[in-house]
């Protein structure tokens, strides 16, 4: 099967038990990445899932330039793609990333600005999904994403890691999940690399993790050494905690310390105390949040808060406990609850909300009350404006909230509870225990709540077997009722309750009654006894719940089990009626009367009245009737009645006599009818225990899922995180790309940027006319290019640059004859790597002027050198005998200095017997005939004749017109 093949997404568990590394960054992430990858080895047998920010409306890279870093498959994620171990998967920038039983899915990117946490989202996912398989890596980045998904997979006991902050380029990501306190390693990407590989044959991310319950049973001498051990140094007996979370916990830490046995990590805790410190925070699964479940706090104000508020009378004293509060969100979610409730009325009510935990650290930043700007989402504006404090590190719950909570170090499983308490809200504590410290709990809940108090539990959990001391009022929320007329619990926690100091504050009290309300109450009490009908008190279920006055000749106990149930303890002539009569009642909810019945008692037969009352009221809250028997008159029965012929003496006394008798047939026909009823009963009664039975076996079940999906949604447990930063950077460089873009077309330059493979990446519209390119040439070999400008051995001459990393110049010359200096620069990314070639052509017409020009002077200064120091006499004159230059030697023969003879024309130089002759002379050269040396005469300045042997020379103008002649003459001696 392809990476592209489509699977099915469930889970596997024969393939699924490889770990899975989430690796997020953001700016500066992809040095960090390639040194990551470089560093780790192609075998680790993990998969490794890369989340960067990315501009969606940008084509990414990334995975072609991871490729070039490693040995390991590189794949660009699509949808529905199952995940394999030794492969790079990367997130592709147009989507956001989860993972479900393995399967990559690919979700859109939210719409809303500045909501999209991808690092967050995908652990998170990835916490869920594999659980301690699951690894999370925090690189550079700026703002906090990542953080939360960090968080999730430190509580499901995954192993978390996050970049050093001097080795990050930006510290913001890795600074933000070092301060959430769930990061287990800080390193460089490098040492990341190398403890992954330490850690990546480790048992325990091996195994699979429905198996960590199997590896040490629960009474293994090592795990209770374990036990020992937490409980010296914290106090806290871990023995009856369920052992599969506790199981995880220590397997995690041995992880870490790579240690594969139990016993090793024993020993390694009596040698390290603080692991033991560290091994119980890591039990401690601090997951709360503000207002979580909304529903079950909408139920608190519109249904429980005004039944206790009832209840209350005048007494005006409100108290709430809250055990396992942790970091107190629920605590004061409760109390803006309570006070969103009482509105106006807050002041008038004398409320205590008491929150208790095992855990020091929890407990001290619940009482401080301050909570990170996450929280923003989840309480809404309305309650941060109303009871929260804007602070530097977050929100501060407003100091009337806090005033009303109580926090205090207490284990709920040994120590004493509160008392006189109106609500308990222990939810998801429960499903931590094993069943026997459940029920100690729950018995301690009973001693702790006054009667017809309430109990909230998590949505998970139930009561179990002690339904006869709460009855159920919110099946989806799971709020109970503690009832009133239960008896208490014959538990060790009597004992517990009776020496501890708050005992006398548990009991109920009331207030001393005057002398004379006294008497009054005592004689009243002597005329109910003696003159009040008999009387029962039961529930809905038909259960006694009470009894009053001698019920003996109605109510007697049946042979066999004990039973409290109405209906097996009532005279058998009144089953039929009095079922009939409490069915009414219930239905009807009034009062139900029967009179004129008659049973059999003592040989005679007796007329009684019944009557069905409820004793339905805001204040108990459950549902209970009372049952009045009103005795009548004895009618002596029959001496025999199967014979009516020997005492009946007319025909109407036979009659009734037979109506009797059929009367007699038929009641005993029904009471059979009863009787095979109640056995079908029992036997429903019994298949009804065995379904409870099991229904508690499953609900453990529930309960060890719960656990599990506890440690997996600490992402659904916090708030949103605030908005990221990486938005704000994709603008700025959009904003330099866009500058780059705009300096490239306004720069007259000829400049081409060449990838690594000398295909073209970029060119400048100046470069467009000198290489012959269109705007479609982009990546296109530039040896596929025909250039408007000859460049010997170019292609050479670039992988020169690209081996060599050295920049390279090179004079060319186009079609047109312009002279370019072409500059061959090496492309340099920020990790120091070559990636291409910059050609610059540089125009250098002008600079060739200026050297043709330089060379000419250079040429002129040399040949004036020349004529300067000859031994012959030098000048230059027009054709009209201007003198234009005069040399030194001229002067010494002729006499005149070089100023004068300026001044002169040249015939003044020739005496008479020589002018036609150089007249003549004059015109050849002027029609551009050359003219051999010959000997002339010249006249100097003192009038002397000088014979001289004299060369001419034509010179030229621009245009290659003879313009000037130089005359050489040397003196014959």
């Not at 369920?242 to 830490?253: C, D, F, G, P, S």
């Amino acid at each position: 099967m392809t990476h592209q093949d489509k699977v099915d997404i469930n889970p596997n568990t024969e393939t699924d038990t490889f770990p899975i590394v989430g690796i997020g960054a953001s700016a500066g992430g992809l040095n960090a990445f390639t040194q990551l990858l470089k560093a780790l080895p192609i075998d680790t047998g993990m998969a490794f899932v890369l989340i960067q920010h990315l501009d969606p409306k940008h084509i990414s890279l990334l995975p072609d330039l991871i490729k070039r870093t490693t040995a390991m498959p590189v794949i660009e994620i699509s949808d529905n793609l199952r995940v394999e171990p030794n492969h790079i998967y990367v997130m592709p920038p147009t989507h956001s990333l989860a993972l479900l039983h393995g399967v990559l899915q690919l979700l859109p990117r939210p719409d809303v600005w500045g909501k999209f946490l991808p690092i967050d989202d995908f652990l998170t996912s990835l916490a869920q999904d594999r659980q301690n398989h699951a690894i999370g890596i925090i690189l550079s980045g700026t703002a906090s994403d990542g953080t939360l998904g960090i968080q999730a997979i430190k509580t499901v006991g995954g192993i978390t890691f996050a970049q050093s902050e001097d080795s990050a380029e930006y510290d913001g990501m890795p600074h933000s999940a070092i301060a959430s306190g769930h990061v287990d390693f800080i390193l460089p990407p490098k040492e990341i690399a190398r403890k992954l590989a330490q850690i990546a044959h480790h048992p325990y991310l091996k195994q699979q993790l429905v198996k960590l319950a199997e590896d040490v049973p629960a009474k293994e001498t090592n795990l209770g050494k374990i036990f020992v051990l937490l409980r010296a140094r914290t106090g806290i007996d871990f023995t009856y905690y369920k052992h599969t979370t506790i199981l995880r916990r220590i397997k995690r830490r041995m992880m870490l310390h790579q240690l594969d046995e139990m016993k090793d990590y024993v020993k390694f805790l009596r040698q390290h105390p603080k692991e033991l410190d560290i091994l119980f925070q890591d039990m401690l699964i601090n997951v709360t949040s503000f207002f979580r479940d909304p529903e079950a706090f909408e139920v608190l104000k519109k249904e429980i808060f005004p039944r206790l508020i009832e209840q209350l009378a005048n007494e005006r004293a409100l108290r709430i406990w809250i055990p396992a509060c942790s970091t107190g969100e629920e605590v004061y979610s409760i109390a803006i609850a309570l006070f969103e409730f009482l509105g106006n009325q807050v002041n008038a009510m004398h409320i205590q909300i008491f929150a208790s935990d095992i855990d020091k650290q929890a407990i001290d930043k619940a009482r401080q009350g301050i909570y990170s700007h996450h929280i923003d989402e989840t309480v809404g504006i309305e309650r941060l404006a109303r009871f929260f404090i804007k602070t530097t590190n977050g929100y501060q719950i407003c100091k009337s909230i806090r005033d009303v909570c109580v926090f205090a170090i207490q284990n709920v499983i040994q120590d004493p509870p509160f008392s006189r308490i109106n609500l308990i809200c222990c939810r998801n504590l429960l499903i931590y225990l094993n069943t026997p410290i459940q029920k100690r709990v729950l018995n301690t809940f009973f001693y702790a709540l006054r009667p017809n108090g309430f109990l909230m539990l998590g949505t998970s959990e139930t009561i179990g077997s002690e339904a006869d001391l709460y009855s159920l009022i919110d099946r989806k929320n799971k709020i109970y009722l503690r009832k009133s007329q239960a008896n208490p619990p014959n538990t060790d926690l009597a004992k517990i309750l009776s020496t501890s100091p708050s005992v006398s504050t548990f009991h109920f009290h009331s207030k001393d009654a005057p002398p004379a309300m006294q008497v009054q109450q005592a004689a009243e009490n002597i005329i109910l006894t003696k003159y009040g009908p008999p009387a029962v008190v039961i529930d809905q279920n038909m259960h006694i719940l009470y009894f009053r006055g001698q019920t003996g000749p109605y109510i007697e106990p049946t042979t066999g089990s004990a039973s409290l149930n109405l209906l097996k303890m009532v005279h058998p002539e009144l089953i039929i009626e009095l079922r009939a009569l409490v069915h009414q009642a219930i239905k009807e909810n009034n009062i139900v009367r029967k009179e004129g019945l008659r049973m059999h008692h003592n040989g005679s037969y007796k007329n009684i009245n019944l009557q069905i009352i409820p004793l339905v009221s805001p204040k108990t809250m459950m549902p209970s009737y009372l049952v009045v028997f009103e005795p009548g008159a004895e009618i002596p029965a029959r001496q025999n009645p199967l014979q009516p012929e020997d005492s009946c003496r007319d025909a109407r006394d036979l009659r009734i006599s037979t109506l009797e008798n059929e009367l007699l047939t038929e009641r005993e026909y029904m009471q059979s009818i009863i009787e095979e009823q109640e056995g079908t009963n029992e036997e429903l009664q019994s298949a009804n225990e065995e379904i409870q039975s099991a229904n508690e076996e499953l609900q453990s079940i529930n309960e060890e899922l719960e656990t599990t999906k506890e440690e997996l949604q600490s992402t659904n447990e916090e708030l949103t995180t605030i908005i990221e930063e990486h938005e704000n950077r994709n603008q700025e460089l959009n904003q330099v790309n866009n500058d780059l873009i705009n300096l490239l077309a306004s720069i007259d330059t000829p400049i081409v940027i060449l990838h690594k493979n000398l295909s073209i990446r970029r060119f400048t519209p100046a470069a467009k006319v000198l290489l012959n390119l269109i705007d479609t040439d982009t990546n296109r070999p530039i040896s596929n290019i025909r250039p408007n400008i000859a460049i010997p051995d170019l292609e050479s001459e670039l992988k020169q640059v690209i081996e060599s990393a050295v920049t390279k110049s090179i004079e060319v010359q186009d079609d047109n004859g312009h002279w370019y200096l072409l500059r061959l620069h090496p492309f340099e990314k920020q990790d120091k790597n070559i990636d291409g070639v910059v050609m610059v052509f540089i125009d250098i017409d002008a600079i060739k002027d200026i050297e043709q020009l330089r060379n000419a002077l250079q040429y002129e200064r040399r040949l004036a050198a020349v004529v300067r120091d000859s031994n012959d006499a030098v000048t230059v004159q027009d054709f009209n005998g201007h003198i234009l230059a005069w040399n030194q030697r001229a002067t010494e023969m002729f006499g005149y200095t070089e100023d004068e003879a300026l001044q002169l024309n040249a015939n003044q130089l020739i005496p008479d017997i020589a002018r036609e002759e150089m007249r003549t002379l004059l015109e050849q050269l002027q029609h551009g005939q050359k003219t051999p040396p010959c000997e002339t005469i010249r006249c100097t300045k003192e009038g002397h004749l000088l014979k001289v042997w004299m060369t001419t020379s034509i010179l030229n103008n621009g245009a290659g017109n003879p313009a000037a002649i130089a005359i050489t003459e040397r003196e014959i001696l």
